[in-house]
């Protein structure tokens, strides 16, 4: 009995430890609401959380403002079960790589779509990832900047709501997707590739 309790200790201490090499990654995709429950379906993530980057503002919120920064998800995975390649591969059929102006019924700079990369090999997947889609659509143009990462801001305070949206309010989650044409138009770009 005593060692069938110890066992049970030591599977729960281990299943609720941090995974040891545990890797984040910065995309923005417009609606972090959608890209939040389009990434926490992906086996090998963990966590993502809802937020802005890529601007100069210094305490960016919903409401408050964000001017400059992109609405976007920081994304906590396991390289060992997915590693970075399949993080970019999930984001670009989770995403219209071809607006300029936004993403799917959203408009303007905090709903364009971006990836933002650490170091110098993240840039050489994204830049190669890029590429496959600009060969895969030769007729159209891809507008996904890869740029530098930024300090990310977690959404926070009263506006913790957006976080998990689509958990929390499941009707009005499913409903603003639709009436936005996000799943329509993912299916129209990617076919069977769109993982919706």
Not at 24 to 47: H, P, Y
Request: proline share 5%; net charge negative.
């Amino acid at each position: 009995m005593k060692n069938f309790i110890l066992a049970a200790l030591l599977a729960a201490a281990t299943s609720a430890a941090p995974m040891a090499h545990a890797a984040t990654a910065i995309l923005a995709g417009g609606c972090f609401w959608c890209m939040e429950s389009d990434f926490e379906k992906l086996e090998g993530v963990s966590d993502v959380v809802s937020g802005f980057t890529g601007g100069s503002h210094p305490d960016p919120s919903y409401y408050g403002g964000h001017t400059g920064h992109y609405e976007a998800v920081e994304i906590t995975y396991d390289p060992a079960v997915v590693d970075y390649q399949g993080i970019l591969d999930h984001f670009w059929v989770n995403h219209d790589p071809f607006d300029a102006r936004g993403q799917f019924c959203d408009k303007g700079h905090s709903y364009l779509a971006a990836i933002f990369v650490g170091n110098d090999a993240e840039r050489a997947l994204a830049e190669q990832s890029k590429q496959k889609v600009i060969d895969k659509f030769p007729d159209m143009t891809v507008v996904t900047p890869i740029l530098p990462r930024a300090t990310f801001f977690p959404i926070k305070g009263e506006e913790s709501y957006h976080q998990d949206y689509y958990k929390k309010s499941p009707l009005r989650y499913r409903g603003y997707r639709w009436r936005c044409g996000r799943d329509q138009r993912l299916t129209e770009i990617w076919g069977d590739l769109a993982t919706h």
